[in-house]
């Protein structure tokens, strides 16, 4: 039978609402207990303990994306599938470790089987389900719980508001985690060195600048003729100019000003460029990420970001028309 458009888009919208219930009443039931779960991983973490996600069926696919999660902001995690570990994949488990066992329910036999030997091991358990009455909740160490009003399936089997809850709250975790720590974008680049996300992370202003004959640089003493010439030469929208003792950034004249200066009078190609510059422009340090040099762009809304070293002195050029080029917008 055909899908009907009416029908299928009304059932989806219900759906995505359903879920949206399920992840607004999550995040309105955490409390303490929440903390004390977080706390618990930082202590692990901290005596280099590792965080070990398990779980069977869907819930196993959760604890399996929440594993990259982790490892992504450099918590070293692991799966534990539920039926290998009771044939010995036990033995990545160690005492100082910490477990968090993913059920909706709470009662999974997998799962329940696997807590005692976890504990005999000196492992903390967590559990992380939506029955607070459950033989899973009561039996481990903390509880992260979730809130699922019901699930989006018209038939009440398929999990999907609960696995959507337990992403989100694993997630959740996992931010909550990121932050105490204190992980920088430097250190998520490390995580991440490949596809264009590492890419992107790691492009430091110096990959991406202008630079030798590509830049235009003058003393702020030449004329305004003079500082066309070398942009012109630079095939470049702008010139850096420099203080002619000190060498250091001064000004930045663009083409905008050089139209702006042309309304001064007709002997405007004559007179001295730091008369238009704009003085002390935005600048970026060479050593900079990429990205740090985009949300500039993006702030102040210019088209050319000068580029300095730790004496600011200009070394460089990041036109605005070559951000696209690079993918990094």
Known sequence: MA????????????????????????AASLDKSFVAVARAIE??????????????GKSAHIAQKLVGTFNSTGLPTCFLDATQALHGD?????QGDIAILF????????????????????VIVIACTSNLDSDLAREA????????????????????????????????????????RGLTRDDFAKYHPAGNLGRILLLRVSDIMRQAERLAIAPDTVSVQDSILAMTKAKSGS??????????LTGILTDGDCRRAALSGPNFLQQPVHTFMTKGPKTVREDA????????FEAHKIDDLIVVNRAGKPVGL????????????
């Open 141 to 180: 160490d903390h509880v992260l719980s979730y809130v699922v009003p019901r699930e989006a399936c018209p038939l009440e089997l398929a999990p999907t508001a609960s696995t959507t809850a337990a992403l989100a709250i694993g997630d959740a975790l996992a931010m909550v985690l990121l932050e105490s």
């Open 239 to 248: 010139i850096a100019l420099v203080s002619p003792k000190t060498g250091k």
């Open 103 to 122: 059920s909706n329910s709470g009662q999974s036999e997998e799962v329940l089987r696997l807590l005692p030997l976890l504990r005999r091991l000196g």
């Open 43 to 56: 202590a692990a973490a901290a005596s280099h303990g590792k965080l070990i996600c398990s779980g069977v």
């Open 318 to 329: 990041v036109d605005g028309q070559d951000l696209p080029k690079l993918k990094i917008v």
């Open 3 to 26: 899908i009907a458009p009416k029908s299928a888009l009304k059932r989806a919208r219900a759906c995505l609402a359903i879920e949206q219930d399920a992840i607004a009443a999550t």
């Open 90 to 94: 036990l033995g990545l488990c160690a």
């Open 289 to 296: 990420l990429g990205v740090d040099a985009l949300r500039l």
